[in-house]
């Protein structure tokens, strides 16, 4: 059975549901970081500004793929 992975249902859940409490943890703790950091916005000034927000909008796509990887690990998770 190459390729084949073999489990019972309630492992599957059971992994689901861990990887969905871990997406929450996760959102959470993005979302504390992302606000601590957004506070400091205001002491950035000029080309340190600009920078700022770009690195800010990597933070944001970079955070929302992880959260997005997750999504699809549950899924698959729980349509297996």
Known sequence: ??????AN??????GANTVNNTRGDLTG????????????RGSWQGTGAVAFTQ????????SARMVRVLDDFEASLRGS
């Open 1 to 6: 059975m190459a390729g084949h992975v073999l």
């Open 9 to 14: 249902e309630g492992a599957l859940i059971q």
């Open 29 to 40: 703790q993005l979302s504390t970081i992302r606000g601590q950091i957004e506070a400091t």
């Open 55 to 62: 690195l800010m909008a990597s933070w944001d796509e970079t």
